[in-house]
């Protein structure tokens, strides 16, 4: 069915009336190859995008997929409303993917209503659906297997990209039933009191500051914040573990400004007092041994027994922090923003040197500017992950080993230029040169009439020079050395483009000249900085 003509004022109405966020292609694209990377010997017979929008997912998918919006924004997709459409035949092996409309609960009724008919559903969520109160409510028979949190700025509303706090999700269907989380309210070492004049610790509830520890000497509302006194430890030993407790990016998962709930403080709670009586650590140090629970034991005087609060906070320790700092995931799934922020934690001490795993996106300029300036690279290795999903199967990923070291100095940033003198970025209607963004063959030059959907493609015109000079000068140029620096599908941005392209010019500047003739520089070298940090050793 052909998309209809409406105008601006129709468009903007039906973007507030159907919560219309589009989906950027790109990631699409990186939610379709997440769910081949977990199914890649299972097809589905036929996949279903129930929201289909601008067609930013089926687009990208083949001739088995059905596209329904009830107010389509791009051909070939259906007018339908989805919980109300029923295919009309049997769908065999289903896949349901997109990005349903949130408003009202509309994320969980496309969920259960796709649950109904789909053998996976892969869709993008509010970010409460992190929760264990959310999940509980999605049908019994789908399990989770697989959530990443979408990026900031992600969605298209109305020509704008806008934040949505949002995550992305795969479910699959089991023939038994899931059980219902436990979810606890109480802890021995605490109790909620309904004053303030009795609290010891309070904590914000709802809003911005969500999950933070508010001041004593200033009265809060009892219905923005939560009110907790000390039971089985003094209020200080309880205030000091509630310091280091990370509760706000659990309210980070809360609609709205972010919210937090007393279930998620107990559990948060629990985990901490769990793993400081254990002896596997999130951070170790060289030469550094986590203290076992019998060690942490003999220090409060109760020899074979787990301490229930500790018995000094973290800065009253003496003993000095350590010069070089690993930081492990413990066979968990960490993001490249996860890593950042805990490199940037790390470098608020006094560590010299850090070393860590990542997914290849940590190569991405945008990436390494976000990592403290003055810690350099200055090792990396190529190096595989092994992961443990929900099933306990093991899989393996692709990643990257990484050392950074403090020096005095401020490293100079990437520079993120989205354009050059030498051409412009344009529609493939203007383009003299398209390069494939996407993909296996990220990078690689067509002309415009060959290349395939806007989508996956980039298109740029020659400004200040010719079009064949500037595809010989693009055609130099080394894109393997960065498209594969992502965390699924290869890619390449226009930012890199610019950086490889403008770094390509200054080495042909630099052309040595001998005995009156050129030697040209190798083109191997295009793109690979002659100050790229030397490999790791295993």
Same mark, same amino acid.
């Given at each position: 069915?052909?998309?209809?003509?409406?105008?601006?004022?129709?468009?903007?109405?039906?973007?507030?009336?159907?919560?219309?966020?589009?989906?950027?292609?790109?990631?699409?694209?990186?939610?379709?190859?997440?769910?081949?990377?977990?199914?890649?010997?299972?097809?589905?017979?036929?996949?279903?995008?129930?929201?289909?929008?601008?067609?930013?997912?089926?687009?990208?998918?083949?001739?088995?997929?059905?596209?329904?919006?009830?107010?389509?924004?791009?051909?070939?997709?259906?007018?339908?409303?989805?919980?109300?459409?029923?295919?009309?035949?049997?769908?065999?092996?289903?896949?349901?993917?997109?990005?349903?409309?949130?408003?009202?609960?509309?994320?969980?009724?496309?969920?259960?209503?796709?649950?109904?008919?789909?053998?996976?559903?892969?869709?993008?969520?509010?970010?409460?659906?992190?929760?264990?109160?959310?999940?509980?409510?999605?049908?019994?028979?789908?399990?989770?297997?697989?959530?990443?949190?979408?990026?900031?700025?992600?969605?298209?509303?109305?020509?704008?990209?806008?934040?949505?706090?949002?995550?992305?999700?795969?479910?699959?269907?089991?023939?038994?039933?899931?059980?219902?989380?436990?979810?606890?309210?109480?802890?021995?070492?605490?109790?909620?009191?309904?004053?303030?004049?009795?609290?010891?610790?309070?904590?914000?509830?709802?809003?911005?500051?969500?999950?933070?520890?508010?001041?004593?000497?200033?009265?809060?509302?009892?219905?923005?914040?939560?009110?907790?006194?000390?039971?089985?430890?003094?209020?200080?030993?309880?205030?000091?573990?509630?310091?280091?407790?990370?509760?706000?990016?659990?309210?980070?998962?809360?609609?709205?400004?972010?919210?937090?709930?007393?279930?998620?403080?107990?559990?948060?709670?629990?985990?901490?007092?769990?793993?400081?009586?254990?002896?596997?650590?999130?951070?170790?140090?060289?030469?550094?041994?986590?203290?076992?629970?019998?060690?942490?034991?003999?220090?409060?005087?109760?020899?074979?027994?787990?301490?229930?609060?500790?018995?000094?906070?973290?800065?009253?320790?003496?003993?000095?922090?350590?010069?070089?700092?690993?930081?492990?995931?413990?066979?968990?799934?960490?993001?490249?923003?996860?890593?950042?922020?805990?490199?940037?934690?790390?470098?608020?001490?006094?560590?010299?040197?850090?070393?860590?795993?990542?997914?290849?996106?940590?190569?991405?300029?945008? =990436?390494?500017?976000?990592? $403290?300036?003055? %810690?350099?690279?200055? &090792?990396?290795? /190529?190096? @595989?992950?092994?992961? #443990?999903?929900?099933?306990?199967?093991?899989?393996?990923?692709?990643?990257?080993?990484?050392?950074?070291?403090?020096?005095?100095?401020?490293?100079?940033?990437?520079?993120? =230029?989205?354009?050059?003198? $030498?051409?412009? %970025?344009?529609?493939? &209607?203007?383009? /003299?040169? @398209?390069?494939?963004? #996407?993909?296996?063959?990220?990078?690689?030059?067509?002309?415009?009439?060959?290349?395939?959907?806007?989508?996956?493609?980039?298109?740029?015109?020659?400004?200040?020079?010719?079009?064949?000079?500037?595809?010989?000068?693009?055609?130099?140029?080394?894109?393997?050395?960065?498209?594969?620096?992502?965390?699924?599908?290869?890619?390449?941005?226009?930012?890199?483009?610019?950086?490889?392209?403008?770094?390509?010019?200054?080495?042909?500047?630099?052309?040595?000249?001998?005995?009156?003739?050129?030697?040209?520089?190798?083109?191997?070298?295009?793109?690979?900085?002659?100050?790229?940090?030397?490999?790791?050793?295993?």
């Amino acid at each position: 069915m052909p998309a209809r003509t409406i105008t601006t004022d129709t468009a903007a109405d039906n973007a507030r009336k159907f919560d219309q966020y589009y989906t950027p292609p790109d990631y699409a694209a990186h939610c379709i190859a997440m769910v081949n990377a977990l199914y890649p010997e299972q097809p589905f017979d036929n996949v279903v995008e129930p929201s289909a929008g601008s067609g930013s997912f089926s687009s990208q998918l083949g001739d088995n997929c059905i596209a329904l919006d009830i107010d389509p924004a791009a051909p070939g997709i259906e007018q339908a409303d989805y919980l109300r459409w029923q295919p009309a035949g049997d769908l065999g092996r289903c896949l349901v993917i997109g990005n349903p409309p949130f408003a009202n609960q509309a994320a969980l009724e496309f969920l259960n209503h796709a649950a109904q008919t789909a053998d996976v559903v892969a869709m993008i969520l509010p970010r409460t659906f992190s929760k264990v109160s959310q999940r509980d409510r999605v049908d019994r028979n789908f399990h989770l297997v697989y959530e990443e949190t979408v990026p900031a700025f992600a969605f298209d509303y109305r020509g704008q990209a806008v934040d949505k706090p949002c995550v992305f999700q795969i479910w699959e269907r089991r023939p038994e039933e899931r059980p219902i989380l436990t979810r606890k309210t109480r802890h021995p070492h605490f109790a909620r009191c309904k004053s303030q004049a009795d609290a010891d610790v309070v904590i914000r509830r709802v809003g911005a500051d969500a999950g933070r520890l508010k001041p004593l000497d200033r009265t809060w509302s009892p219905q923005s914040n939560i009110y907790l006194r000390a039971v089985e430890c003094t209020p200080d030993q309880l205030r000091a573990r509630f310091e280091q407790l990370d509760m706000t990016s659990a309210a980070r998962n809360g609609c709205g400004g972010g919210s937090i709930n007393l279930t998620e403080i107990v559990s948060l709670y629990a985990e901490a007092l769990e793993g400081e009586n254990t002896v596997h650590s999130i951070v170790s140090a060289d030469g550094h041994a986590s203290p076992g629970p019998n060690e942490e034991s003999k220090a409060t005087g109760q020899p074979g027994e787990k301490a229930p609060c500790p018995t000094h906070s973290p800065i009253e320790q003496t003993e000095p922090e350590p010069e070089h700092v690993w930081l492990n995931t413990g066979g968990r799934a960490a993001t490249t923003s996860d890593i950042v922020a805990r490199v940037n934690e790390t470098a608020k001490g006094t560590a010299k040197r850090v070393t860590f795993t990542a997914p290849p996106s940590i190569r991405k300029m945008s =990436a390494q500017n976000r990592i $403290d300036p003055h %810690f350099h690279l200055v &090792a990396e290795i /190529d190096c @595989a992950v092994e992961i #443990v999903d929900t099933f306990g199967k093991k899989r393996t990923f692709a990643a990257v080993r990484q050392r950074w070291e403090r020096r005095s100095d401020r490293r100079t940033l990437h520079r993120l =230029a989205s354009a050059h003198s $030498d051409f412009e %970025f344009c529609s493939r &209607a203007d383009a /003299d040169i @398209a390069i494939q963004r #996407v993909g296996a063959a990220a990078g690689r030059l067509k002309r415009p009439t060959d290349a395939g959907s806007d989508q996956s493609h980039t298109f740029v015109r020659a400004t200040g020079c010719t079009s064949e000079e500037l595809w010989a000068r693009l055609a130099a140029i080394d894109f393997d050395a960065v498209r594969h620096q992502t965390a699924a599908v290869p890619s390449i941005a226009k930012p890199e483009i610019v950086a490889l392209y403008d770094a390509a010019r200054r080495v042909a500047a630099a052309v040595l000249v001998t005995d009156g003739s050129a030697k040209r520089a190798d083109a191997e070298t295009i793109g690979r900085p002659s100050d790229r940090p030397s490999r790791l050793s295993d």
